[in-house]
Protein backbone atom coordinates (compact mmCIF):
# COMPACT_ATOMS: atom_id res chain seq x y z
CA UNK A 1 0.00 0.00 0.00
CA UNK A 2 2.98 2.24 0.83
CA UNK A 3 4.17 1.49 -2.41
CA UNK A 4 0.76 1.48 -4.40
CA UNK A 5 -0.14 5.32 -2.94
CA UNK A 6 3.41 6.92 -1.91
CA UNK A 7 2.02 7.41 1.54
CA UNK A 8 3.28 5.67 4.47
CA UNK A 9 0.71 3.30 5.47
CA UNK A 10 -0.37 1.15 8.69
CA UNK A 11 -2.53 -1.80 8.45
CA UNK A 12 -4.16 -3.43 11.31
CA UNK A 13 -6.23 -6.99 11.39
CA UNK A 14 -8.36 -7.78 14.76
CA UNK A 15 -7.46 -11.06 16.60
CA UNK A 16 -10.26 -13.02 18.46
CA UNK A 17 -9.06 -11.52 21.17
CA UNK A 18 -10.09 -7.90 20.46
CA UNK A 19 -6.29 -6.90 19.81
CA UNK A 20 -5.21 -5.11 16.91
CA UNK A 21 -2.08 -5.92 15.29
CA UNK A 22 -0.91 -3.43 13.30
CA UNK A 23 2.45 -3.60 10.75
CA UNK A 24 3.75 -0.32 9.32
CA UNK A 25 5.56 1.11 5.97
CA UNK A 26 6.76 4.42 5.11
CA UNK A 27 8.35 6.08 1.99
CA UNK A 28 11.45 8.02 1.72
CA UNK A 29 13.21 9.41 4.59
CA UNK A 30 9.70 9.82 6.36
CA UNK A 31 10.49 8.46 10.09
CA UNK A 32 7.10 6.23 10.65
CA UNK A 33 8.64 4.92 14.13
CA UNK A 34 8.88 9.28 15.21
CA UNK A 35 4.76 9.62 14.16
CA UNK A 36 3.65 6.15 15.92
CA UNK A 37 5.68 7.06 18.99
CA UNK A 38 2.96 9.77 20.07
CA UNK A 39 0.71 7.43 20.85
CA UNK A 40 2.81 4.92 22.64
CA UNK A 41 0.23 4.71 25.77
CA UNK A 42 -2.08 2.70 24.38
CA UNK A 43 -0.10 0.27 22.80
CA UNK A 44 0.56 -3.64 24.02
CA UNK A 45 3.38 -3.93 22.46
CA UNK A 46 5.40 -1.53 20.20
CA UNK A 47 9.01 -1.63 18.26
CA UNK A 48 10.40 -1.06 15.03
CA UNK A 49 12.70 1.81 13.08
CA UNK A 50 12.52 5.35 11.08
CA UNK A 51 11.09 2.93 7.85
CA UNK A 52 8.73 0.27 9.46
CA UNK A 53 7.18 -0.50 12.55
CA UNK A 54 5.09 -3.44 14.09
CA UNK A 55 2.45 -2.24 16.96
CA UNK A 56 -0.57 -4.01 19.29
CA UNK A 57 -3.39 -2.50 21.14
CA UNK A 58 -6.86 -3.19 22.12
CA UNK A 59 -9.03 -2.84 18.79
CA UNK A 60 -11.36 -0.64 20.79
CA UNK A 61 -8.54 2.26 21.17
CA UNK A 62 -8.33 2.24 17.77
CA UNK A 63 -10.51 5.71 17.62
CA UNK A 64 -8.28 7.13 20.06
CA UNK A 65 -4.92 5.88 17.78
CA UNK A 66 -6.75 7.26 14.69
CA UNK A 67 -7.15 10.87 16.39
CA UNK A 68 -3.54 10.99 18.13
CA UNK A 69 -2.15 9.94 14.33
CA UNK A 70 -4.07 12.20 12.25
CA UNK A 71 -2.36 12.73 8.74
CA UNK A 72 -3.17 15.90 8.73
CA UNK A 73 -0.57 17.14 11.06
CA UNK A 74 1.87 14.84 9.16
CA UNK A 75 4.16 16.76 6.42
CA UNK A 76 4.11 13.69 3.64
CA UNK A 77 7.45 14.22 1.34
CA UNK A 78 6.77 14.10 -2.15
CA UNK A 79 7.99 10.66 -3.54
CA UNK A 80 11.59 10.74 -4.70
CA UNK A 81 12.98 8.34 -7.78
CA UNK A 82 16.50 8.34 -7.62
CA UNK A 83 17.84 7.51 -11.37
CA UNK A 84 21.24 5.97 -11.83
CA UNK A 85 21.35 6.60 -15.89
CA UNK A 86 19.28 8.69 -18.20
CA UNK A 87 19.10 6.59 -21.79
CA UNK A 88 18.42 9.42 -24.55
CA UNK A 89 18.02 8.50 -28.57
CA UNK A 90 21.73 8.68 -28.91
CA UNK A 91 22.70 6.30 -26.19
CA UNK A 92 19.62 3.20 -26.60
CA UNK A 93 19.40 0.76 -23.78
CA UNK A 94 20.31 -2.38 -25.36
CA UNK A 95 20.70 -6.75 -24.18
CA UNK A 96 24.35 -5.75 -23.39
CA UNK A 97 23.69 -2.86 -21.21
CA UNK A 98 21.28 -5.35 -19.00
CA UNK A 99 24.49 -8.44 -18.47
CA UNK A 100 26.16 -5.59 -17.45
CA UNK A 101 23.65 -4.12 -14.44
CA UNK A 102 23.62 -7.82 -13.81
CA UNK A 103 27.02 -8.14 -12.62
CA UNK A 104 26.24 -5.50 -9.92
CA UNK A 105 24.10 -8.47 -8.34
CA UNK A 106 22.79 -9.48 -5.14
CA UNK A 107 20.51 -6.89 -5.22
CA UNK A 108 18.75 -5.81 -2.65
CA UNK A 109 17.68 -2.64 0.27
CA UNK A 110 21.48 -1.86 1.08
CA UNK A 111 22.00 -2.47 -3.32
CA UNK A 112 18.50 -1.51 -4.95
CA UNK A 113 18.43 -2.23 -8.44
CA UNK A 114 20.04 1.05 -10.80
CA UNK A 115 16.84 2.82 -12.12
CA UNK A 116 16.76 3.66 -15.95
CA UNK A 117 15.32 6.72 -17.29
CA UNK A 118 14.48 6.50 -21.11
CA UNK A 119 13.78 9.76 -22.34
CA UNK A 120 12.52 11.42 -25.35
CA UNK A 121 10.58 8.33 -26.45
CA UNK A 122 7.31 8.65 -28.77
CA UNK A 123 4.40 6.02 -27.05
CA UNK A 124 3.64 3.54 -29.85
CA UNK A 125 1.15 1.15 -28.05
CA UNK A 126 -0.48 0.70 -24.68
CA UNK A 127 -2.05 -2.89 -23.68
CA UNK A 128 -3.88 -3.40 -20.91
CA UNK A 129 -2.90 -6.73 -19.18
CA UNK A 130 -5.08 -8.82 -16.51
CA UNK A 131 -8.31 -9.93 -15.17
CA UNK A 132 -9.02 -6.67 -12.92
CA UNK A 133 -6.90 -4.53 -15.57
CA UNK A 134 -4.27 -3.28 -12.96
CA UNK A 135 -1.15 -3.76 -15.42
CA UNK A 136 -0.30 -2.68 -18.90
CA UNK A 137 2.25 -2.79 -21.45
CA UNK A 138 3.98 -0.18 -23.44
CA UNK A 139 5.91 -0.18 -26.69
CA UNK A 140 8.26 3.12 -27.14
CA UNK A 141 9.78 4.10 -30.46
CA UNK A 142 13.45 3.95 -29.15
CA UNK A 143 13.53 1.05 -26.70
CA UNK A 144 14.27 -2.37 -28.25
CA UNK A 145 12.35 -4.53 -25.60
CA UNK A 146 8.93 -3.37 -23.71
CA UNK A 147 8.07 -1.86 -20.55
CA UNK A 148 5.49 -3.19 -18.06
CA UNK A 149 3.46 -1.57 -15.70
CA UNK A 150 2.45 -3.68 -12.48
CA UNK A 151 -0.36 -2.60 -10.38
CA UNK A 152 -0.82 1.78 -11.73
CA UNK A 153 -3.68 1.58 -13.33
CA UNK A 154 -3.82 5.19 -12.11
CA UNK A 155 -1.21 5.74 -14.62
CA UNK A 156 -2.36 4.19 -17.91
CA UNK A 157 -5.38 6.58 -17.36
CA UNK A 158 -3.47 9.66 -18.31
CA UNK A 159 -1.72 7.98 -21.79
CA UNK A 160 -2.40 9.19 -25.04
CA UNK A 161 -0.63 7.37 -27.76
CA UNK A 162 1.38 9.10 -29.83
CA UNK A 163 2.37 11.17 -27.12
CA UNK A 164 6.36 12.26 -25.98
CA UNK A 165 7.09 10.63 -22.87
CA UNK A 166 9.82 9.90 -20.05
CA UNK A 167 9.89 6.59 -18.68
CA UNK A 168 11.73 5.47 -15.44
CA UNK A 169 12.28 1.74 -14.21
CA UNK A 170 14.55 -0.83 -13.50
CA UNK A 171 15.68 -3.66 -15.90
CA UNK A 172 14.93 -7.39 -16.38
CA UNK A 173 14.42 -10.05 -19.11
CA UNK A 174 11.10 -11.69 -20.10
CA UNK A 175 12.15 -15.10 -20.57
CA UNK A 176 9.14 -17.31 -23.12
CA UNK A 177 9.30 -20.61 -24.74
CA UNK A 178 13.43 -20.17 -25.03
CA UNK A 179 13.03 -16.67 -26.62
CA UNK A 180 14.47 -13.32 -24.22
CA UNK A 181 13.06 -9.99 -25.03
CA UNK A 182 14.92 -6.73 -22.49
CA UNK A 183 12.17 -5.63 -20.40
CA UNK A 184 12.05 -2.23 -18.57
CA UNK A 185 9.33 -3.02 -15.10
CA UNK A 186 8.56 1.00 -14.67
CA UNK A 187 8.44 2.59 -11.90
CA UNK A 188 7.16 5.80 -13.45
CA UNK A 189 6.38 8.06 -16.18
CA UNK A 190 5.19 11.51 -17.25
CA UNK A 191 4.35 13.12 -20.53
CA UNK A 192 7.46 15.60 -22.28
CA UNK A 193 4.80 17.55 -23.94
CA UNK A 194 3.00 20.48 -22.82
CA UNK A 195 -0.89 21.10 -21.96
CA UNK A 196 -1.63 22.94 -25.37
CA UNK A 197 -4.47 25.96 -24.10
CA UNK A 198 -7.17 27.75 -25.67
CA UNK A 199 -5.69 29.71 -27.70
CA UNK A 200 -3.41 26.18 -29.38
CA UNK A 201 -6.44 24.58 -29.88
CA UNK A 202 -7.96 27.43 -31.36
CA UNK A 203 -5.33 27.61 -34.29
CA UNK A 204 -6.23 23.75 -34.47
CA UNK A 205 -9.34 24.31 -34.79
CA UNK A 206 -9.17 27.31 -37.68
CA UNK A 207 -6.66 24.61 -39.79
CA UNK A 208 -9.45 22.08 -39.42
CA UNK A 209 -12.06 24.59 -40.82
CA UNK A 210 -9.09 25.90 -43.87
CA UNK A 211 -8.49 22.07 -44.74
CA UNK A 212 -9.28 18.55 -46.09
CA UNK A 213 -7.71 16.69 -42.77
CA UNK A 214 -7.91 12.89 -42.76
CA UNK A 215 -9.34 11.48 -39.39
CA UNK A 216 -6.77 10.05 -36.87
CA UNK A 217 -7.73 8.37 -33.78
CA UNK A 218 -4.66 9.09 -32.21
CA UNK A 219 -4.53 12.50 -32.94
CA UNK A 220 -4.85 14.40 -29.31
CA UNK A 221 -6.67 17.54 -31.22
CA UNK A 222 -9.00 15.61 -33.44
CA UNK A 223 -9.67 13.20 -30.75
CA UNK A 224 -11.01 16.54 -27.92
CA UNK A 225 -12.90 18.19 -30.86
CA UNK A 226 -15.05 14.89 -31.56
CA UNK A 227 -15.93 14.62 -27.82
CA UNK A 228 -16.64 18.36 -27.28
CA UNK A 229 -19.05 17.49 -30.37
CA UNK A 230 -16.78 20.08 -32.24
CA UNK A 231 -15.91 18.32 -35.37
CA UNK A 232 -17.70 15.12 -37.12
CA UNK A 233 -16.15 12.08 -39.08
CA UNK A 234 -17.55 11.81 -42.95
CA UNK A 235 -16.12 9.34 -44.60
CA UNK A 236 -12.60 9.03 -43.00
CA UNK A 237 -12.50 13.14 -43.17
CA UNK A 238 -12.67 15.10 -40.09
CA UNK A 239 -15.24 17.99 -40.96
CA UNK A 240 -16.40 21.03 -38.31
CA UNK A 241 -19.51 21.19 -36.67
CA UNK A 242 -21.16 24.00 -37.21
CA UNK A 243 -24.21 23.95 -34.58
CA UNK A 244 -21.41 22.77 -31.91
CA UNK A 245 -22.42 24.53 -28.93
CA UNK A 246 -19.73 25.93 -26.29
CA UNK A 247 -17.80 23.92 -24.11
CA UNK A 248 -14.44 24.13 -21.83
CA UNK A 249 -11.60 21.90 -22.80
CA UNK A 250 -12.39 19.84 -19.55
CA UNK A 251 -15.21 18.35 -20.50
CA UNK A 252 -13.30 16.23 -23.03
CA UNK A 253 -12.67 13.37 -20.92
CA UNK A 254 -8.99 13.18 -23.30
CA UNK A 255 -8.32 16.78 -22.16
CA UNK A 256 -8.43 16.28 -18.27
CA UNK A 257 -6.05 12.82 -18.78
CA UNK A 258 -3.32 14.65 -20.22
CA UNK A 259 -3.53 18.09 -17.60
CA UNK A 260 -3.50 14.66 -14.52
CA UNK A 261 -0.69 13.64 -16.48
CA UNK A 262 0.82 17.10 -16.24
CA UNK A 263 0.61 17.29 -12.48
Not at 128 to 153: C, D, M, Y
Not at 175 to 189: A, F, H, I, T
Request: aromatic share 10%; with cysteine; charged share 25%.
Amino acid sequence: MADKFSRPAIVFSIDENGVAKGSARSIGNFNIFELLNKAKDLYLSFGGHPQAAGLSLPAEKLDIFHSLIDEKDVEIPARMINIDYCASNNSPISYEDYLQVQKLEPFGEDNPKPVIELSGQRLLSVQILGKENKHFKLTLSNFVGEVIFFNRPDLFRKLQVGENVSVVGTLSVNEWRGRKKLQLVGKDLRSEEKLPNRSVFGHAYHYLLSKKVVYSPNDFYQKVFLELGFVKIENGFVSVNEHAEHAELSQSKTYRKRAENEN
